[in-house]
C-alpha cells in the first residue's frame, strides 16, 4: 500500500526542449498509473509522494555516481539548482558521505570535480519549476 | 475522481505553462505560470497550488510573490520546508511522548490535548534560508529567493500546559523538540531542535493542532507541530512526538551544527569556526514588496506599491518606508493593520511619478523599522556561512513608461 495518498503534477518552465519532452512523456505516462492507485487515508492535506525529476546529467564520470549513490536519498533540484565553487562541492560530497552516501575516495573526487564543472558559480541561474500537489480524494 | 478527465487537465496545464513561458521572457515567465495554474482551478482543492519547486524530494516549496497577497496566507500557497520524507500520522493513534526531567512522564492523545484551554495566535512562519539565493559569494543549501514565509492562524495547546502538567524538575533549562520525519539512512542525523525553557513556557508557544482553522495539514506537520511565535522556522517542529527537558540544549546536528549564525560579524566569504557560531532564534526585521511584482510595467498614473513587514521576539513593525531611487530618498507608506507582536503588517503607498520624471528603470525599496530601532540595510544583509537571516531592504526593479 503506498504511503502517501494524494498525486503530484510539475510544470517545467525552464525552457529546455529536452526536459519539456521529458516531462510530457512523465505526464502521458506515468501519470495515468499513479492516478489508478487506491486512495488510502484520511490524513489532511497529505499527497502522494512526487516522482524522481526527470533531468537531463550532462555526459561525463560522474553522472553515473549521481544516478546511483545521491538520487536515492532525494531528488536531483537539490544539486542541479547549487551554484558552488570546487572547494564547496568538495565539502558537500564529505558531508554526504559522512551522512552515508556510499563512495570511496577516488569516486569523492570524481564526483566534486563532475559537480563543480557543471554547477559552478558561472553556470546561468537555475529556473525552478512550477508544482502543484493534488489529492488523490476529491 | 475519473483518470481521464486528470490526465487531461494535466496536459491541459502543462501546455498553457509552456505557451505562457513562449510569451514572457525570464523569471517573469514563473509568475505567469502560477497565475494561469491558479485561475485554472476554480474550486478544485489542491493540497498546493501553483509553487515553486526547491525540491521534490524532500519536498521544499516556495510561494510565488505574486499568490503572496493576503494577510492569511491559505494553506494551498503556504510555502513548505521539510527535511526527510514526511510521515503519514495517524491522529487516532498518534502520542506524544513528555519524558526527560519531568516528575511525571507520560503520553498524551491527540483528544487528551485538544481538552487543554485552546490558544490562537496569528503568526508568520519564515525559513531562516529565506532570501539565500541573493548572498554573495554564494553559499550551499536550498536556494530559496522571497517565498519562504508565510502568515497563518496557528491554533492548539499551550506547550506550557503540557509541561506544567509535567512536573518540571529544576535542572531542567530546556526542551527538545523531536518530530517523527526520518531520514533514508539510518547514518543521516534525524531533524531535531531545542528551545530554552523559558520560550517553551511563554503563553504564546503553541503544540497547534489548527492551521486557519483546518486540522494541521500533512505538510505542516500533522497531527501537531510546534509553534514559536517570532522566533525563526527552524524551531516550529513537525510532525511532534517527543518534548524532552533537558539541562542542555539538543545534542543533534541540526542544533549543534546546522542552523547557526556567526555571534560576531564576519567578512563576506570568511571561514568561520564552529566556536564561533550560535544557534538562531528571534526572527529579524524584515519586509516584502508584493506589488509591482518584478519586471511589471507600471502606469504613470499612479504606482500601487503594496507589500508587509514583519519582526521577531515580540516587536513590532512601526514604520515601513518606500524608496523609488534605490535608496536615495524615503517616503513613509501607510501602515495597515495593528502594530502587534509575531504578526506582519501590511502596507501600501501610491505613488505619482512627478510630472517630469523622465521613465524607465525604477528600483523600488522596502525599509521597516521595529519598536526596539531595528532596520532593515540597505546594503546587503550580512553575509554568513549558511545564507540565513537575509533582510536587506526589499528590492523590486519595474519599468516607468517614459
Redesign the interface.
Known amino acids: 500500500m503506498p504511503?502517501?495518498?494524494?498525486?503530484?503534477?510539475?510544470?517545467?518552465?525552464t525552457?529546455r526542449p529536452l526536459w519539456?519532452g521529458a516531462?510530457?512523456l512523465f505526464?502521458?505516462c506515468a501519470?495515468?498509473n499513479l492516478?489508478?492507485a487506491a486512495p488510502e487515508?484520511a490524513?489532511?492535506?497529505?499527497?502522494r509522494?512526487?516522482?524522481?525529476?526527470q533531468f537531463q546529467w550532462p555526459a561525463g564520470a560522474g553522472r553515473a555516481l549521481v544516478e546511483t549513490r545521491c538520487l536515492?536519498?532525494?531528488?536531483a533540484?537539490?544539486i542541479v539548482?547549487?551554484?558552488?565553487?570546487s572547494a564547496?562541492w568538495s565539502?558537500?560530497v564529505k558531508k554526504m558521505v559522512?551522512?552515508?552516501a556510499p563512495l570511496n575516495h577516488s569516486e569523492q573526487k570524481v564526483l566534486a570535480a563532475y559537480l563543480a564543472q557543471h554547477f559552478g558559480?558561472t553556470r546561468k541561474?537555475?529556473?525552478?519549476?512550477?508544482?502543484?500537489?493534488?489529492?488523490?480524494?476529491? | 475522481m475519473e483518470t481521464g478527465e486528470r490526465q487531461t487537465l494535466n496536459r491541459r496545464h502543462f501546455l498553457q505553462g509552456l505557451s505562457a513561458l513562449a510569451l514572457t521572457p525570464g523569471f517573469l515567465a514563473l509568475n505567469s505560470v502560477a497565475e494561469a495554474i491558479a485561475k485554472q482551478s476554480p474550486g478544485k482543492r489542491l493540497v498546493k497550488k501553483g509553487l515553486l519547486v526547491r525540491s521534490s524530494r524532500p519536498l521544499d516549496l516556495e510561494t510565488p510573490v505574486a499568490l503572496l497577497n493576503d494577510d492569511i496566507t491559505p494553506i494551498a500557497h503556504f510555502f513548505v520546508r521539510t527535511h526527510h520524507d514526511e510521515p503519514a500520522l495517524d491522529a487516532a493513534t498518534w502520542r506524544l511522548s513528555v519524558e526527560g526531567l519531568v516528575k511525571n512522564p507520560r503520553a498524551w492523545s491527540l483528544a487528551e490535548l485538544k481538552k487543554l484551554p485552546r490558544h490562537e495566535v496569528v503568526a508568520v512562519l519564515q525559513c531562516s534560508g529565506n532570501g539565500r539565493a541573493f548572498f554573495r559569494p554564494r553559499v550551499p543549501g536550498v536556494p530559496w529567493e522571497r517565498g519562504a514565509v508565510g502568515q497563518a492562524r496557528w491554533g492548539g495547546a499551550r506547550l506550557g500546559d503540557v509541561l506544567k502538567a509535567a512536573g518540571l524538575k529544576t535542572e531542567g533549562l530546556h526542551v527538545v523538540l523531536q518530530g517523527e520525519d526520518r531520514p533514508v539512512l539510518p547514518t543521516t542525523p534525524r531533524f531535531g531542535r531545542s528551545i530554552p525553557l523559558k520560550k517553551a513556557l511563554h503563553p504564546d508557544t503553541l503544540l497547534a493542532y489548527e492551521m486557519n482553522g483546518e486540522p494541521l495539514p500533512m505538510l505542516h506537520g500533522h497531527p501537531v507541530r510546534v509553534v514559536v511565535p517570532g522566533w525563526v522556522g527552524d524551531d516550529w517542529v513537525k510532525w511532534l512526538t517527543t518534548l524532552k527537558v533537558q539541562k542542555d540544549p539538543f545534542e543533534g546536528f541540526f542544533y549543534q551544527t546546522a542552523y547557526r549564525y556567526p555571534k560576531r560579524p564576519v567578512q563576506p566569504g570568511d571561514a568561520v569556526t564552529p566556536e564561533a557560531m550560535g544557534p538562531m532564534d528571534e526572527m529579524v526585521i524584515k519586509s516584502l514588496i508584493t506589488a509591482p511584482l518584478a519586471g511589471a510595467r507600471v502606469p504613470r498614473a499612479a504606482v500601487p506599491i503594496r507589500g508587509m513587514a514583519w519582526t521577531g521576539g515580540e516587536a513590532r513593525v512601526v514604520q515601513v518606508e518606500i524608496s523609488v531611487d534605490d535608496g536615495n530618498t524615503w517616503q513613509n507608506a501607510q501602515l495597515l493593520d495593528e502594530a502587534r507582536p509575531y504578526a506582519w503588517r501590511r502596507f501600501a503607498l501610491d505613488w505619482k511619478p512627478p510630472g517630469n520624471h523622465p521613465g524607465g528603470f525604477l528600483r523600488l525599496r522596502a525599509r521597516a523599522t521595529d519598536d526596539r530601532g531595528h532596520q532593515q540595510p540597505i546594503e546587503p544583509a550580512p553575509w554568513n556561512p549558511s545564507g540565513y537571516q537575509w533582510n536587506s531592504a526589499d528590492r523590486v526593479e519595474v519599468f516607468l513608461h517614459a
Request: aromatic residues 12%.
Open positions: 504511503k502517501y495518498a494524494h498525486r503530484w503534477t510539475a510544470f517545467f518552465a525552457p519539456a516531462v510530457l505526464l502521458l501519470v495515468p492516478a489508478s487515508t490524513v489532511p492535506g497529505s499527497f509522494s512526487p516522482p524522481s525529476v536515492f536519498c532525494h531528488h533540484e537539490l539548482a547549487q551554484r558552488l565553487t564547496q565539502k558537500e559522512k551522512w552515508g558559480p541561474p537555475y529556473a525552478p519549476t512550477i508544482g502543484n500537489l493534488e489529492p488523490l480524494t476529491p
